[in-house]
């Protein structure tokens, strides 16, 4: 079973902070060896949030740089996303995904193969 599950999300102020979760089936998990976040507003396109890999590489796109974090527990097989200075046009539907899947260049994070529910997250000025 390929299952990712997200949760964290909410309404949030400027500024403010939000962690976003996203527990992988244990097949899945282990078979990945890179993962990641990606967003879709309304109207707008899918756009790669962050990624990660075995090895503790990361990579985000350039307009979260500095500001969000993405890590791993493996015990917990859990993917995490730690947003800080949340701005309104973070606003969007928010989705783990994994396997890494195509080309990924600095400052932009690789699509994913599989993808789950997604979590909202909604700032306000």
């Known amino acids: 079973q390929l299952e990712l599950v997200e949760s964290g999300g909410g309404p949030v102020q400027a500024g403010g902070s939000l962690r976003l979760s996203c527990v992988a089936s244990?097949?899945?998990?282990?078979?990945?060896?890179?993962m990641g976040w990606f967003r879709q507003a309304p109207g707008k396109e899918r756009e790669s949030v962050a990624s990660?890999?075995?090895?503790?590489?990361?990579n985000y796109v350039d307009s979260v740089q500095g500001r969000f974090a993405i890590s791993k527990d493996n015990a917990k097989k859990t993917l995490y996303l730690q947003m800080n200075n949340l701005k309104p046009e973070d606003t969007a539907m928010y989705h783990c995904?994994?396997?890494?899947?195509?080309?990924?260049?600095?400052?932009?994070?690789?699509?994913?193969?599989?993808w789950g529910q997604g979590t909202q997250v909604t700032v306000s000025a």
């Open positions: 995904g994994a396997p890494c899947r195509g080309v990924a260049q600095p400052g932009s994070p690789p699509d994913f193969g599989n």
């Open positions: 990660i890999d075995n090895d503790g590489d990361v």
């Open positions: 244990p097949d899945l998990y282990s078979s990945s060896y890179c």
